[in-house]
């Protein structure tokens, strides 16, 4: 880490975020990455799409950190702002940049962009741009003096899907260099199903030495990053973290239930089919959200009624008559049947009850049952409970069953006690 303190702000820009029509994600994402290189940041703005404002702002958290990142204002419309407002407080023109127009014309293709997309390719004169392999708008980075402070000023697109690669990708290592600071030593991991609140506890439980950490809450997961200290440190506080929440739930590096469900797939030269009543399609959302997945995923069955089960998966009737739709009988039916259907290598099926109502006192909102098939193999079911709303409830018996099934393929220990404590 730099021996000295590097302080930072964070500027996002929308009215849309100040009306309070979108939550700002970027704050704490971008907050979270800046830390783990020991860059502070010491506040987090978030202002109206009004010029003059933006102005006095930028010009204001300039003066007082040595790096401001603005995200948003860089799509094609009026009311898009950031590169207007940068260049007028560095106090320079826009300037054309004919190679930007290109590829935004190209990532059109085969349509046309409109001409309003044009904008996009203008970025204050001395500033240099921010590849966006995803998306249209351009970012790009400069030096921005104020009041005889010199504060790098980075502009970075609104998309999560667009803003967060180019952050980890291109502008970490950008500030390390020109900050002059190292990359700090750290060792990255990823939990699931595990509340942040449970990780920083298990944390502070299993800490060493000087090993500090940060944590950053993502959409299924939460990341965490140990740094500092040695290097034997780091690898025996993950190991402690990973024997009190267990193997399946914390992964080496920043990876998602996905991918890593995926990887495992495709390095078996397997095909899954999936078989979803209460996650209503989400589970096949997440795997088929990845490009390429179609080599490894057959599809799925979406089936939310028992009419469903019985006559698109054949599940037999007397399954559900005497155990329910919510059950280890149904759930290690629909796996099989998937199978059966598809002619897939492996299936999970989930079932449950994500409420807010359709709970009783043997089957409270929350239970869910998951069953993993695998041809040739004997079957795997387990219940779980899961707490929270309705969105919470189908996310994360997607994600268990997406880890399970990864686990299962890997020869990993699904069965470890820690596994499941806390979910």
Known sequence: ???????????AVGTELTEGVTQDSHGRFLAGLLGESGILVREIVLIPDDRRLFVEELKRLAERAQVVVVSGGLGPTSDDLSREVVA??????????????????ERFAPGSPSETNRRQAYIPEGFEVIANPRGTAPGFWGRLSVAGARAIVVALPGPPGELRPMATELVMPLLRRELGSAEPATLAATSFLVAESTLEEKLAEARLGEVAWSTRAEHLKVA???RGGQDFERTEMLRRVRERLGPLRIR??????????LDALRARRMTIALAESCTGGLGAKLLTDIPGASDSVWGAFVVYSNDAKVRQLGVPRDILDRYGAVSRETAASMAQCALDRSGADVSYAVTGIAGPGGGSPEKPVGTVWIAVGRRGREGYERGFRFAGSRDMVRRRSAVAATLVTDALLRGGDVDNKANWEYS
């Open 224 to 226: 965490f990053t140990l």
């Open 252 to 261: 080496d590096g920043e990876v998602e239930a996905e991918r890593l469900l």
């Open 88 to 105: 007028e407080a560095a106090g320079v023109e826009l300037r054309y940049r004919e190679e930007l127009w290109r590829l935004i014309v």
């Open 1 to 11: 880490m730099p021996e000295r303190e590097i302080r930072a702000a964070i500027l």
